[in-house]
């Protein structure tokens, strides 16, 4: 059973950058596609970006051009380098593969930006 353990969140002024860590325990792990999620206040959860297992990309078009998302797996780990962040970005986030969800959900990181 792979585990899922987000950090890296804090609380930024819009424009700044933050860079999420992904960490997964389990061998499986290189061989699954990952995504981020978030979930903002009242607001349902939502794949922000993902990354398979071949290192291809997509992102939601809100974030295109601001968040990088990208994996080492040789440490377990998939990242979301975030740029440029707006206050619409706040929410905690999470990771998980695309759905269908295959793995528990972590305790996500808490990302805050301030205007």
């Known amino acids: 059973q792979v585990q899922l353990v987000e950090s890296g969140g804090g609380l930024v002024q819009a424009g700044g950058s933050l860079r999420l860590s992904c960490v997964a325990s389990g061998r499986t792990f290189s061989l699954n596609a990952i995504g981020w999620y978030r979930q903002a206040p009242g607001k349902q959860r939502e794949l922000v970006a993902s990354?398979?297992?071949?290192?291809?990309?997509s992102y939601r078009d809100s974030v295109r051009g601001r968040f990088t998302i990208f994996r080492d797996n040789a440490r377990k780990t998939v990242y979301l380098e975030m740029n440029r962040l707006k206050p619409e970005d706040t929410a905690v986030y999470y990771c998980n593969t695309p759905p269908p969800i295959a793995f528990t959900w972590g305790q996500g990181t808490q990302v805050t930006v301030s205007s």
């Open positions: 990354i398979s297992n071949g290192d291809s990309t």
